[in-house]
C-alpha cells in the first residue's frame, strides 16, 4: 500500500509532536503522517518504566511553547508527561496522524520524480510506502532501539543484578533490596557509608585536578570546597 503525503514525520515523540504542530500551525494546506515504531506515542517517556523517572529539566522550559505547562509540579514525573503528551496530540487532532507500529526500514529519492519514498514494516502489512509529495522532514530523537552496556571492573565483580533502565522489567521487586553495589565499594574502601558516602572520593578527585591545573597556571587562583 502507498500513502502519498507532503510530510512525513519519523516518530511521535515530544520533537515529532512538536514538528506536527508547527506544521500545522504554519502549512495548515499540508498534509502529514507520522510513523510511529512502537505502538504508543512519548518515545522516552513511554519506553522508561524505572521507578521514580522524571524531567531532568523543569517542564516550563522542556514543555512546548503552544501548550504551556501548567502544573505546580515544574520536575514532573514520567506518567504525567505522557498524560500531557497524549492530552497534547487529543486536543490539536494530531494523534489522527500518527501510524503506530510502523518501523520506518528505508528512504529512497527520486530525482525524476522529485519525491522521497519512506518504505516501513508493521505486523498488519509486511511493508507499505509513504510517498511525501516534495520533501521530507524527519524529527530525530535519541534512539529508543538498542541500550548500550558497557563493560565495567564494578559490574564484572557485581553479585547482584545488573538491569539497564531502558529495559526495566515491569515485574521486578525491588522492596526491601540493598544496594549491594554501595556495599561493595564502601568495604572496599572506594566510598565512605552513610548519606555522603560518594563526598570522600569527589573531594579528593577535585583536589587532585585543581593542584594540576594550578601547576599549569601557576598564576591562577583555585579553591575547592569539601
Known amino acids: 500500500m502507498t500513502e502519498f503525503v ?16 508547527h506544521l500545522q500551525d504554519r502549512c495548515p494546506g499540508k498534509s502529514y503522517v507520522i510513523l510511529e515504531r512502537r505502538d504508543n506515542l512519548g518515545g522516552t517517556w513511554d519506553l522508561f518504566k524505572y521507578p521514580g523517572i522524571r524531567s531532568d529539566s523543569d517542564m516550563f522550559t522542556l514543555g512546548f511553547r503552544f ?11 514520567g506518567p504525567s508527561i505522557m498524560a500531557y503528551l497524549k492530552e497534547t496530540v487529543a486536543e490539536y487532532g494530531i494523534d489522527k496522524h500518527i501510524r503506530y507500529g510502523h518501523k520506518v526500514v528505508g528512504a529512497d529519492w527520486s530525482d525524476a520524480e522529485n519525491r522521497w519514498t519512506a518504505a516501513t514494516s508493521s505486523a498488519t502489512a509486511r511493508r507499505s510506502r509513504s510517498r511525501p509529495r516534495s520533501c521530507s522532514r524527519a524529527a530525530a530523537t535519541t534512539t529508543t532501539t538498542r541500550a548500550t552496556r558497557r563493560s565495567s571492573p564494578v559490574a564484572d565483580d557485581f553479585e547482584g543484578t545488573i538491569i539497564h533502565p531502558q529495559h526495566w ?15 561493595q ?12 558516602r560518594f563526598r570522600r572520593r569527589t573531594r579528593d578527585d577535585a583536589a587532585a585536578f585543581a593542584d594540576a591545573t594550578s ?9 575547592v570546597s569539601g
Open 185 to 196: 565499594w564502601r568495604d572496599r574502601g572506594d566510598v565512605d557509608s552513610g548519606p555522603c
Open 67 to 77: 501548550k504551556p505547562w501548567t502544573s505546580a509540579k515544574a520536575i514532573a514525573d
Open 6 to 21: 507532503d510530510v512525513v514525520i519519523v516518530g511521535a515523540g515530544i520533537s515529532g509532536i512538536s514538528a506536527a504542530w
Open 169 to 183: 522489567p515491569e515485574d521486578l521487586d525491588y522492596a526491601g533490596q540493598e544496594d549491594r553495589r554501595h556495599r
Open 215 to 223: 601547576a599549569r597556571c601557576p598564576t591562577s587562583t583555585r579553591s
